[in-house]
């Protein structure tokens, strides 16, 4: 019986890209968990030592961990909530045909296209209670008498870093959504027109079926990314005034800047596995489709 | 077959070029590491230092400015220094922001990862984190053999040594900079209010000098320009301690009194209301703006309020209380034990400590010199603001170093205040929670 000839060409070919991924990811990965098991605090060299699941148990215990773990819910919620919401009216809109589309299909982009520390500075700016735009808009109005203090009072920092996010990743649910849109075939609402469907009943038993994949996947895309978000709270406020903006991530990054590595290490496995929850749904959808 | 024998063999160099890029990365890691903990000059060492005598000498040198007219100082004195030096040294000047405290973790960072430069100005405060982790050269040997060793006083020294919990020095003094309190004279003047001279005085002056100028029943002028953020800690410890409280224990009855002068202050509206969240951007575009009428500061931001004010600006030292204090900022140089040319680099901050570079720098950014030579000069002897930070000196002092302080500052305080100040926390909680994180084992 002849033996089956092993095929090692593809190996080869992904080859220079596991040997990549494996020193740029998996390797740093797994020194961090090695961490979250230890005192790893670089301020105290001379103390790092193995301490079992100590680290984490302080985390359970740590009411600014519940805080920070209780923002990045409302983070996550409201945040991708309300940039699906957006994004699908602004690709409703953009999927019209109506003159300058092309134009603005491109400014709409702008948003997605600027950098998250350049979009944390702007805001900040833009909320300033001394010299910020939006007061200054706010007071010409007529709607208010002196600035408000967006970002310096625990009951509006954390909504207004919300609006930040919500929007920066309102295009990128618009395109992810109009590609969608674009690939539903006309037949189906000629259909739906002959049978006196109204507009709303295209829109629930056509459209919205159509794009559920595109809908899933973007959703979930943006759960993991939101999550991990560092770049505009940071810049915007910190993670204050009394951590009210203070999400997981942002508290990783903290701990992490202070050099506590093990238990920002912790804490980063602890994210890590609540957004595989996130992501397992989504693998197993990526793998049906196949 | 060809084509596929010539693409195999592409795969394969990559992934050759990719491990040998790390496995040498690792071994220059491992070299400097060895270097390090053996902590005495190697042959190797001791042939470079040598060659420095005869060769051309390259030095990286990290700092930060606080505005783009320091930016360009430093590069001029960085340039004469490269001109006039005859060891043949030649420094490249790399600026990084000062980042509220950001630069000394990229710093380290870059210190610990094999990247850091040869010579970086430096915070005192950082000290125990850099010698703990083996980053900077004992300087013990190059100072007491240095020609210029008595134009800086020996306190300095003393305060040197005693940041990195050690009797060796590996700090190089360079400038210090006394928070005192800026005012506006036309503003004291429109209040009815002369400058304080007790602490007493300072919180009255305070509540009268917050005004509603234009009658709409809305403040313009706000007492104090209080700073929330990361660095207010400085200006808040003049208050602890002027109600004979301080860092050691802040949870005594007369810290606690200090902390809820501090709320006071924000709650009845004598502070901007952004002042949770006011950094050092905000208080000094605020007390520019008119807004405040005094914030505290160092004399880095004297020669800005003069262009903006003319003569009606001027300042005082925070005033005694029970007790009396005001932070000692302090900006310092290191050598980093990397280097491969200690000899040159002492060359470098020296020149900064003592020599031209001292005079330059003092005198163009207004930071109080550690030359007593350069002290003495009539540019220092006659100003205004150099006078109150003069006056500041024998009541300054720093925050206690240690491990904590770093997060403490960055973190803790910020967070820990603006929940005080917001109502969230009494004086009480607020000074435990401060005391427990700052003294923690």
Not at chain 1, 4 to 25: G, S
Not at chain 1, 147 to 175: D, E, R, Y
Not at chain 1, 246 to 255: C, E, H, R
Not at chain 2, 141 to 157: G, H, M, R
Request: charged share 20%; proline share 4%.
């Amino acid at each position: 019986m002849r033996r089956k000839k092993i095929n090692l060409w593809p190996y080869l070919l992904v080859l220079p890209a596991l040997l990549i991924v494996t020193f740029v990811v998996f390797i740093p990965v797994i020194e961090a968990i090695f961490m979250s098991f230890q005192s790893y605090d670089l301020r105290r060299p001379d103390k790092i030592a193995y301490l079992g699941f100590k680290n984490f148990a302080e985390m359970f215990s740590d009411p600014i961990f519940w805080l920070a773990f209780k923002n990045t819910i409302i983070w996550v919620v409201f945040g991708v909530g309300l940039q699906f919401l957006f994004g699908f009216i602004l690709a409703l809109l953009l999927n019209q045909s109506f003159r300058g589309r092309g134009m603005i299909r491109a400014v709409s982009l702008i948003p997605w296209a600027t950098p998250g520390v350049l979009i944390g500075l702007m805001w900040k700016w833009i909320y300033d209670g001394n010299y910020g735009v939006l007061n200054d808009l706010l007071i010409k109005l007529g709607l208010i008498d002196q600035g408000i203090t967006f970002l310096s009072q625990t009951s509006t920092a954390f909504g207004s870093v919300i609006v930040t996010i919500i929007w920066q990743g309102i295009p990128f649910f618009a395109i992810m959504i109009l590609a969608g849109l674009q690939v539903i075939s006309q037949e189906m609402y000629e259909a739906a027109d002959i049978d006196g469907a109204s507009k709303l009943q295209k829109l629930f038993h056509i459209t919205i079926p159509s794009l559920k994949n595109v809908i899933i996947i973007t959703i979930l895309l943006r759960i993991i990314w939101v999550s991990n978000s560092v770049d505009i709270i940071h810049n915007m406020t910190g993670g204050g005034p009394s951590y009210s903006t203070q999400t997981l991530s942002v508290y990783i990054f903290n701990k992490a800047t202070v050099l506590d590595l093990g238990y920002s290490s912790s804490m980063a496995l602890f994210l890590m596995f609540m957004l595989a929850m996130v992501a397992v749904p989504y693998l197993k959808n990526a793998f049906k489709e196949r | 077959m060809m084509k596929k024998l010539i693409a195999l063999m592409f795969i394969l160099a990559l992934s050759v070029l990719l491990v040998a890029c790390v496995s040498n990365h690792n071994s220059t890691s491992n070299q400097d590491t060895d270097n390090s903990e053996d902590g005495t000059s190697t042959e190797t060492e001791q042939e470079e230092t040598q060659s420095d005598e005869e060769e051309e000498v390259e030095l990286t040198y990290w700092y930060w400015a606080d505005n783009s007219e320091y930016s360009n100082l430093m590069q001029d004195i960085i340039a004469e220094f490269n001109q006039t030096n005859d060891k043949g040294i030649t420094v490249i000047g790399e600026e990084y922001p000062w980042d509220g405290g950001g630069y000394s973790e990229t710093l380290f960072t870059a210190g610990v990862g094999g990247g850091g430069p040869d010579v970086a100005a430096f915070k005192l405060t950082s000290t125990p984190l850099f010698t703990a982790n083996d980053l900077l050269v004992n300087l013990d040997d190059y100072i007491n053999n240095w020609k210029d060793k008595a134009d800086i006083e020996e306190n300095l020294y003393d305060i040197m040594k005693s940041a990195s919990g050690t009797e060796n020095l590996y700090v190089m003094p360079w400038n210090t900079q006394i928070l005192y309190m800026y005012y506006r004279p036309s503003i004291f003047e429109k209040a009815g209010v002369d400058v304080p001279t007790t602490y007493e005085e300072l919180l009255t002056a305070i509540e009268k000098t917050t005004m509603d100028t234009d009658g709409d029943g809305n403040t313009d002028i706000y007492g104090f320009g209080m700073r929330g953020a990361t660095g207010g800690q400085e200006p808040w410890g003049s208050f602890i301690h002027a109600r004979g409280g301080d860092f050691k224990n802040m949870t005594s009855e007369e810290a606690i009194q200090g902390m809820q002068d501090f709320i006071d202050i924000y709650e009845n509206g004598y502070a901007p209301p952004s002042a949770t969240t006011d950094g050092f951007n905000e208080i000094i575009a605020n007390f520019k703006s008119g807004r405040t009428a005094m914030t505290v500061h160092h004399t880095g931001s004297s020669a800005e309020m003069v262009e903006t004010f003319g003569d009606d600006v001027s300042a005082f030292p925070f005033p005694e209380g029970v007790g009396q204090w005001t932070s000692m900022g302090d900006t310092n140089n290191v050598i980093f034990e990397s280097t491969e040319h200690k000899e040159a680099a002492f060359e470098w901050v020296s020149y900064l400590a003592t020599g031209k570079g001292q005079e330059d720098w003092t005198i163009a950014t207004g930071n109080v010199p550690v030359s007593t030579r350069v002290q003495e000069m009539d540019h220092f002897q006659n100003d205004k603001f150099m006078k109150a930070s003069i006056e500041g000196v024998p009541f300054a002092g720093i925050l206690p170093i240690k491990d904590t302080t770093t997060e403490w500052i960055s973190t803790v305080w910020p967070n820990t205040t603006a929940s005080a100040l917001l109502g969230d926390i009494t004086a009480e909680e607020a000074m435990q929670q401060l005391h427990e994180s700052l003294h923690e084992e």
